[in-house]
């Protein structure tokens, strides 16, 4: 089985509505997830989606469940759920982001040993993380 490549919630978004926000490293991982089926996320994800979209945060011409299931459809994308080992690994120590959301899903990277496309800075410098962007 190939390796998983994990897409930040951010990612997914600029992926649907603005993919020239995409970095050149980030476009060509995912443009190889697609052609592989490797491209993944985490649930939580789909509630930051849903969150920003009933927030006005986020194009509202669309509902939250069409808008999450074209992702998946379009990108073929897998939605890896927050196991125990998961939300156990994103209390660890080595975390420099307080936002809840973004430790799951970089936990889910480390833990799925794979890497994440995301342009977050505070991500990048997760020592057990590896980061595409």
């Known amino acids: 089985m190939q390796t998983q490549i994990i897409c930040d919630t951010h990612i997914l978004i600029f992926w649907q509505d603005d993919p020239k926000r995409l970095s050149n490293a980030a476009q060509a991982a995912i443009e190889t997830g697609l052609n ?9 994800s789909f509630w930051e989606i849903a969150m920003l979209i009933h927030s006005g945060r986020l194009r509202n011409d669309i ?8 992702l998946c459809l379009a990108l073929s994308l897998t939605v890896l759920p927050i196991t125990p080992e998961i ?7 080595f975390f420099y982001h307080n936002d809840p959301a973004d430790r799951l899903i970089a936990a ?5 040993n794979a890497p994440l496309i995301t342009a977050d800075k505070k991500l990048k410098k997760l020592e057990p993380l590896t980061v595409i962007w």
Not at 63 to 70: E, F, G, K, L, R
């Open 36 to 44: 592989d089926k490797t491209l993944a996320c985490s649930d939580i």
């Open 63 to 70: 509902s939250p469940v069409q808008y999450m299931a074209d």
């Open 87 to 93: 939300a156990s690994l994103s209390q660890g120590n």
């Open 108 to 112: 889910t990277a480390i833990h799925h």
